[in-house]
């Protein structure tokens, strides 16, 4: 069987176009990235990490990122500070489950508006979901996903 060279030359030339047709099939069906128009708005899509008590909630959408941070979370507050790719123009958040809860400014932290910090009242966080609406560039970003990634436990913060 392998002393047939038209069985070697198979054996050779079927992973290159298996490959080829890989990668060319990609560049055909795939959508182009474009840049963001200024007036849209675009969906942020929340990273694994929020779906984890790790303290940090990553959103993305292409270049845009945000990344929340749980500061300090007692029975009546939640303290959230975020830290920004690039500088916003405004940011809303809210702990809502049904919709009806209002949003509230963030109000930033730094000069250069890559940072902000809001303190909402936290009651049942197990029910609510974080929603985040921000502008940059007059563009909109909007995103939501669950509280669980603002208590922040690792192995060395259980009791034992």
Not at 10 to 17: D, G, Q
């Amino acid at each position: 069987m392998f002393k047939n060279k038209h069985f070697i030359v198979a054996l050779i030339v079927a992973p290159i176009l298996a490959v080829i047709t890989y990668f060319g099939i990609d560049m055909a069906v795939s959508e182009k990235p474009h840049a963001a128009k200024q007036g849209e708005s675009y969906k942020l899509i929340s990273k694994s990490n929020c779906r984890y008590t790790s303290g940090l909630c990553d959103f993305e959408n292409g270049e845009f990122k945000i990344q929340f941070r749980s500061e300090k979370l007692t029975e009546n507050t939640l303290d959230l500070t975020l830290k920004a790719k690039f500088p916003l123009q405004g940011i809303k958040v809210s702990l809502d489950e049904n919709g009806n809860t209002k949003p509230v400014n963030m109000t930033a932290t730094s000069a250069d508006k890559r940072n902000w910090a809001v303190s909402l009242p936290a009651s049942d966080l197990d029910t609510k979901q974080l929603r985040v609406v921000a502008q940059a560039d007059n563009t909109y970003y909007f995103g939501e996903t669950d509280t669980t990634f603002v208590v922040y436990e690792t192995l060395f913060t259980e009791d034992k």
